[in-house]
Nanobody
């Protein structure tokens, strides 16, 4: 059984920072891409950032310069450092991992940016 366990969400004021973590465990095989998606109420799930096994990153335009994705391949863990948070970043953030045995999702962690 594969598990992606996320942590680090919470409530933060505009301009603040949060760091999300996601650890993959179980029969995951070799992981290629890991990343973060988010879904706000009433909206579709959207890609936030991805990172390949070699460290190539991709970001949605609205988070470039504010968010940084990184990973520790030895620990099968991906991180998302979020700085200068805005109210429009409020959403449930989901971890995603894709590998040679399949694609997997975390359960989601709530990020709320509010004064």
């Amino acid at each position: 059984q594969v598990q992606l366990v996320e942590s680090g969400g919470g409530l933060v004021q505009p301009g603040g920072s949060l760091k999300l973590s996601c650890a993959a465990s179980g029969r995951i095989g070799r992981l290629y891409s890991m990343g973060w998606y988010r879904q706000a109420p009433g909206k579709q799930r959207e890609l936030v950032a991805t990172i390949s096994s070699s460290g190539i990153t991709n970001y949605r335009d609205s988070v470039k310069g504010r968010f940084t994705i990184s990973r520790d391949n030895a620990k099968n863990t991906v991180y998302l450092q979020m700085n200068s948070l805005k109210p429009e970043d409020t959403a449930v953030y989901y971890c995603n991992a894709r590998g040679d045995l399949g694609a997997y999702w975390g359960q989601g962690t709530q990020v709320t940016v509010s004064a």
